[in-house]
């Protein structure tokens, strides 16, 4: 069967874009006269698909043919699919000539598992060797580690790359067990350890050695696949903190499940993915991130998965009302931070906007802060605001200390009367904050 | 001094005549109430002060902001004046008065109104410039590669190093077509001019390959069950689609265009 690029090319990019990370990001790094390419820390978008992503990189598979029979996944070998690879001179190719014309930032190479674990990371560390040292190619790269590869192996590509990622997928051993019965989690940790560790002792070197090569500079991420099986958000994010503090890690991914396979084990193919549900996931994500937060503060046992209605700052805040209001000319910058509608840049906007004077509510719109949501928590130079219905003592604590349910409107029938104040339900007030009212 | 509002100066619209209106205006202690740049129709009486440019004069109002205010302050002027503000020369001018007077502290007062707009318009010229990094399209016309860009803002400057940097090798051109301004990069050595039209050859095959073959990747790499138009066009707004590969109208292939 006489296959050519564009076939490949769709097929291969069809397979990989279930990989949600796109990023460009983590490294600065100039171009170097007879070569090609250089990367920006904060990384660039070159363009957004249909569904509204990031494309950032050229993301592809080496090949589609798998060995391994993950129940999630649309390469497992027991798919019946037209199986295809890339050889390492073409995929160079194609890499050198859509970032020539400016398409992408780099390449996201991964790869399903061909006749070993081995051979595999073998084809890829041949195309990124072609990349840079043929094409003297500095753009970005990021490469999939494979578990189950030689820690040699591991080694050299991630000397080839920017970025490296294993993807955890499943976040608990047991669901690991069910759908992809060929992967362990020893078998991700392993190669993740590996590169943590190889990551600080090149660092290290680096600081000796100022040409020492570097060891995936940009970092290293994962993925996790949300609501295939039945883990809850506390679970996935209690995972997602350790493995920052544990693994450094630079990003997690979340990506909803999107049913591409109809299996016993798994929901149904008419599932919906659970997009809104990723979309909390990666709110605390950044909270955990950028904003101080503790995974612990943000769910527990009692509360194991983030309310759907309202982002999960919010829903602290709401929790924890007896740290507001704030006075916005006094808080530090670590309470600040924990204002619904101020974020790190108006947190720093306020912070230098203090030293010329105090700052009153009007300044506080032109540092770009989301007064509809903020007015509830802060006080200026004393004052809350004007106008204000709801204070944030008061009406609201005791709407929320009574019980996590709804006050639900009495069931029997009031006479009306037209001057009562209307009974606030924790609803309005959730209305209030997310801007529905 | 004397504000009046119907004072009005008249300059060149280059950056140094712009500095030379600064200059100008404490000389003769007084404030004008309209900076205009050429290219704009005058009202029926109004009797504009030419200000003629000076590279002397300018270059001493532009030499003081390090030294009286701050080496950040000049930065944000010589950002302020690439801005498609329509006021930006009177922010410019309104706020190196404020920058005069406080020093420093200027570039903290972000709630007045001078300095709260001139770095809005400030970061609107940066997060355009930032999206061109990625949007900008080059076809390979023989070794020479083109793009052609409708930015608002004056973003050439500011994609120069960024470019250079990234093709050290390659010979290419960026046009911009609001502004009639081309880069142009060639043999290591990078020039801004202006060009008032450009015109351009037909492509060869191996680039009509390579745009087939982008498209096609565009087109795959979007999770059906996932889309989203809206959130798209909030990422990527159609101002600029118009010269994006993956929107431009094939041979066979018609994007289709969800409207939302």
Not at chain 1, 176 to 198: F, Q, V
Not at chain 2, 143 to 165: G, Q, R, T, W, Y
Not at chain 2, 202 to 208: I, M, R, S
Request: charged share 25%; with cysteine.
């Amino acid at each position: 069967m006489n296959i050519d690029i564009y076939d490949k090319l769709t097929i291969l990019s069809d397979s990989a874009k279930y990989d949600v990370a796109c990023t460009s990001s983590g490294i600065d790094r100039s171009g170097k006269s007879g070569g090609i390419g250089n990367t920006a820390k904060a990384g660039i978008c070159h363009s957004f698909s249909a569904d509204g992503r990031c494309i950032s990189l050229l993301k592809v598979l080496m090949t589609n043919v798998c060995i391994f029979d993950c129940k999630y996944c649309v390469n497992r070998v027991s798919n019946d699919l037209v199986r295809v690879g890339f050889t390492p001179t073409e995929l160079a190719e194609l890499t050198i000539n859509f970032y020539r014309r400016n398409y992408i930032e780099g390449l996201f190479l991964s790869s399903g598992v061909i006749h070993s674990p081995n051979n595999t990371v073998e084809q890829m560390i041949k195309t990124l060797e072609l990349l840079r040292n043929v094409y003297r190619f500095g753009g970005y790269i990021h490469v999939k580690a494979i578990p189950g590869a030689d820690n040699e192996l591991i080694t050299r590509l991630g000397y080839l790359a920017d970025r490296m990622s294993i993807n955890i997928e499943l976040p608990s051993q047991e669901s690991l067990k069910l759908l992809a019965p060929n992967k362990t989690k020893e078998s991700i940790l392993r190669p993740m350890g590996l590169i943590t560790s190889k990551i600080q002792e090149s660092s290290t070197e680096l600081v000796k050695f100022r040409h020492a090569s570097k060891f995936v500079p940009a970092g290293q991420s994962t993925q996790l696949i949300v609501g295939a099986t039945p883990d809850t958000d506390h679970k996935i994010l209690t995972l997602t903190e350790g493995l920052y503090r544990k693994y450094h890690l630079k990003r997690v991914f979340f990506s909803a499940y999107m049913p591409v396979a109809e299996h016993t084990l798994l929901p149904s193919v008419d599932l919906k993915p659970p997009l809104l549900r990723e979309h909390r996931l990666y709110q605390a994500d950044w909270l955990l991130r950028f904003y101080g937060f503790e995974a612990k503060e943000l769910l527990d046992e009692q509360n194991p998965n983030f309310n759907l209605q309202v982002d999960p700052k919010c829903n602290w805040a709401l929790n924890h009302l007896e740290k507001f209001p704030l006075e916005i000319n006094k808080a530090p910058y670590e309470l600040l931070l924990r204002v619904p509608g101020i974020g790190v840049t108006s947190a720093k906007r306020i912070l230098t906007a203090r030293r010329s004077g105090p700052i009153d509510f009007s300044g506080l719109k032109k540092l770009g802060v989301v007064l509809k949501r903020a007015q509830y928590f802060i006080t200026c130079k004393g004052k809350i605001m004007e106008g204000l219905k709801i204070t944030s003592d008061g009406a609201i604590r005791a709407l929320m200390a009574a019980s996590p349910e709804y006050k639900f409107p009495s069931p029997h029938p009031e006479q009306l009367s037209l001057f009562n104040e209307p009974l606030l339900t924790r609803e309005d007030v959730q209305q209030c904050l997310t801007g529905q009212i | 001094m004397p504000d009046r509002t119907d004072l009005i100066y008249a300059y060149d619209g280059s950056f140094e005549g712009l500095m030379c209106c600064v200059f100008e205006s404490y000389t003769q202690k007084e404030i004008p109430g309209v900076i205009r740049p050429p290219g704009i129709q005058p009202s029926l009486f109004d009797t504009a002060k030419w200000i003629e440019s000076d590279k002397h004069k300018a270059d001493r109002v532009f030499n003081s902001i390090p030294l009286k205010i701050s080496s950040q302050a000049q930065e944000l002027v010589k950002l302020g004046f690439l801005t498609c503000a329509p006021d930006k020369e009177l922010l410019i001018y309104h706020f190196l008065r404020l920058g005069f007077k406080y020093g420093s502290k200027v570039m903290t007062m972000l709630t007045n109104d001078t300095v709260c707009s001139l770095q809005k318009a400030v970061r609107y010229l940066t997060s355009e410039s930032h999206r061109f990094k990625g949007f900008v399209r080059f076809s390979a016309y023989g070794e020479v590669l083109v793009a052609v860009i409708e930015p608002k803002n004056f973003v050439l400057p500011l994609l120069s190093l960024h470019f250079c940097d990234r093709y050290p090798n390659e010979a290419f051109m960026i046009y911009d077509k609001t502004h009639s301004a081309a880069l142009i990069y060639q043999s290591q050595k990078a020039k801004l001019m202006f060009i008032d039209e450009l015109t351009l050859p037909e492509v060869d095959n191996t680039e009509v390959e390579y745009r087939r073959l982008w498209k096609q990747f565009y087109q795959t790499i979007a999770i059906e069950g996932r889309n989203n138009p809206r959130c798209r066009m909030n990422l990527l707004p159609k101002r600029y689609w118009g010269q994006m590969t993956e929107f431009a109208k094939g041979d066979k292939e018609i994007i289709s265009i969800d409207f939302l």
